[in-house]
């Protein structure tokens, strides 16, 4: 693949503790415009992988190349501002603000205004027209001014998606956005998730192979902190080392 097909390129990336190598060897080809998953049985390396993409840890071997450019020994804070902003697995809103006033704070990181708590809130609310096209834009227009802890789960990933679309993000990354809800909620967040793809370039860690199989263009399949097998998800899920690597566990079902 021509690398300027690629937004995000890894070689040889390695992270060891104390002599356990959580992962090793990954080069991983994100194309730009795509949706790529990272999937693999519960220890495989996922986490690790986003955190050392997010520099959130430092790699013991091996580089990161974003946009053509090595951000390897990169700060987390000079990373996001390249536009590589991360979702977390747990919700990371704050609940006594409304939706609206969630997404306005990511606007005002996103602007530098951050702590400039002396401006006037005439000058803040110059960011609400664009803080409420963000809830729009993940259908929570009829949300803005409900305080958060007050709005389903479901809703709320949905909010944690519209805050990192405030960051502006060139390459989303997504942990596990749709862990720990009901079939209607994954439905509706997997139909968000395709819907604020165009455009952008996003990379998910994510369980549901329900999931997986409806929005990922291409996957990559992690085992014991190394790369098992990359391709589509029709390919991968009729890799017979792939299949044998969730043998036991709940996905082996969905593999299938």
């Known amino acids: 693949m021509p690398h300027e097909d690629l937004i995000l390129r890894t070689h040889a990336l390695t992270k060891s503790f104390k002599g356990f190598s959580a992962v090793t060897d990954v080069n991983l080809e994100v194309r730009r415009g795509s949706i790529h998953a990272l999937i693999g049985p519960n220890g495989a390396g996922k986490t690790t992988c986003f955190n050392l993409l997010t520099k959130f840890l430092t790699p013991s071997a091996g580089s990161i190349v974003f946009n053509g450019i090595d951000i390897t020994r990169e700060k987390p804070a000079q990373i996001a501002r390249r536009g590589v902003i991360r979702s977390f697995q747990i919700s990371a809103v704050f ?46 227009s009829d949300f803005a001014n409900t305080l958060t802890l007050n709005l389903p789960y479901g809703r709320k990933r949905a909010l944690e998606i519209a805050t990192t679309l405030a960051m502006e993000p060139e390459l989303m990354l997504l942990d596990e956005p749709t862990q720990g809800m009901g079939h209607e909620d994954v439905a509706s967040v997997t139909a968000l998730i395709r819907r604020v793809s165009a455009g952008r370039t996003v990379l998910m860690v994510e369980h549901n192979m329900n999931v997986i199989s409806s929005i990922a263009d291409r996957v990559t399949v992690l085992q014991r902190g190394a790369i098992l097998a990359q391709g589509t998800y029709a390919e991968v899920s009729q890799d017979a080392r792939v299949m044998e690597a969730y043998m036991g566990t709940a996905d082996q079902e969905a593999v299938n």
């Open 95 to 140: 609940p006594h603000l409304t939706a609206r006033q969630n997404v306005r704070v990511a606007l005002q990181r996103r602007s530098g205004m951050s702590w400039q708590f002396w401006r006037s809130a005439r000058a803040l609310d110059a960011l609400d027209a664009r803080a409420l096209a963000l809830l729009g834009e993940v259908g929570l």
